[in-house]
Structures are given as structure tokens and as C-alpha cells.
């Protein structure tokens, strides 16, 4: 995402601010861009370091610091918002729940695939052995549930992978909040 495009959803997702809150937020992150730029880092990487606009709007909504510390022009980054320790308990987490769906993605795949080739053989067999239609409709309708199952398996493999990024930054905002409640 370049800059215009960053800047603009960040505006569009800062709609229930005011105006001139919005304004002020958007010019931050436009001086901040534009600083990192001249000072030669490349403009996609350091909007990926800045976090998601989720993770903007999140924060700038729980935290009036926040704010106060763009108005005031203060060096203000959202990486900074997280200890280390909850960056570690949240990975720590993150990886558990990670395993365990990976492995839950891996038994649809597994499970689905086995079906298929299991369906397939018995449909080419009955086909041979000229078996009743109804046996040939069963075998083929364990062959959609297994097809139907791997679908499954390569969609939590996909959620793993490219949404998962989101909901470990949720993750870790949870974490912050009841360790900021025991320590109160």
C-alpha cells in the first residue's frame, strides 16, 4: 500500500472522530511517511512497520494519549504500544493456537483427501462390477464430503496464514488489557 492509499483508509476508518482530531491524525502519519522517506527508508516497508489501520483505529479509540501525543507532535509509533512481555505471551499464544489449527486444518485435509481417493476406487469398482445406482450415488456422496473436507482444510490454512496476522495484534491488545488490570 503506498502512502495515499494509507493515508486515505486511515481517514475513512477514523470516522468517528472530529473533524479536526481526524485532520490532525492524518497529517501525523502523512509527516511521518514523508520523514522516513527522506531519510531513505523505502515508503511500503515502513507503512507495513506502522501496523494495520485496524490496529490504528483500535488504539487511537482506546487511548486518548494517543491523540494528545499527535497533537502535541510528539515520536509516537504504534509498535511501541506493547511490551515486551506481552508481545511474548501473546506469540506464546499465538503459536499454541497456531499448532492446534494447523493440525485441526491438516486432519480435514487428511481425512478429505482419504475419502476421495476411498469414494473414487469404490465408484470406479462398482462401475466395474455393474452394482446398483444407489451404491454408486452413496460412494459418490462420500466423495463430495471429501472434497468438501479438504475445502475446508485449505480454507483454515488460508485463514492461518493471511488472517491471522490481524487477530494476533487483537490478541495481544487483549493481553495488554489484563495485565494492565492485575497491575491496577
Known amino acids: 500500500m503506498n502512502k495515499y492509499e494509507f493515508l486515505y483508509k486511515l481517514n475513512q476508518s477514523l470516522e468517528n472522530c472530529s473533524n479536526t482530531e481526524r485532520q490532525e491524525i492524518v497529517h501525523y502519519y502523512d509527516e511521518l511517511i514523508q ?5 531513505g527508508e523505502f515508503e511500503q516497508e515502513f507503512i507495513e512497520k506502522l501496523g494495520s489501520i485496524d490496529k490504528i483505529t483500535r488504539t487511537i479509540k482506546k487511548d486518548q494519549d494517543f491523540v494528545t501525543n ?14 515486551v512481555t506481552v508481545k511474548i505471551i501473546g506469540y506464546f499464544i499465538f503459536f499454541i493456537l497456531a499448532i492446534v489449527i494447523g493440525s485441526i486444518g491438516i486432519s480435514f485435509l487428511a481425512s478429505g483427501g482419504g475419502m476421495m481417493v476411498f469414494a473414487s476406487i469404490r465408484i470406479y469398482d462398482a462401475i466395474i462390477k455393474s452394482l446398483s445406482v444407489a451404491t454408486i450415488v452413496m460412494y459418490a456422496g462420500s466423495a463430495t464430503i471429501g472434497v468438501g473436507l479438504v475445502l475446508i482444510g485449505f480454507w483454515v ?28
Request: proline share 0%; hydrophobic share 40%.
Open 35 to 39: 520523514d522516513a522517506i527522506d531519510s
Open 70 to 83: 499527535v497533537k502535541e507532535k510528539k515520536d509516537y509509533q504504534l509498535q511501541k504500544v506493547f511490551s
Open 157 to 184: 490454512f488460508k485463514w492461518l496464514f493471511v488472517q491471522s496476522k490481524n487477530q494476533l495484534e487483537k490478541l495481544m491488545e487483549f493481553i495488554q488489557s489484563k495485565i494492565k488490570k492485575v497491575g491496577e
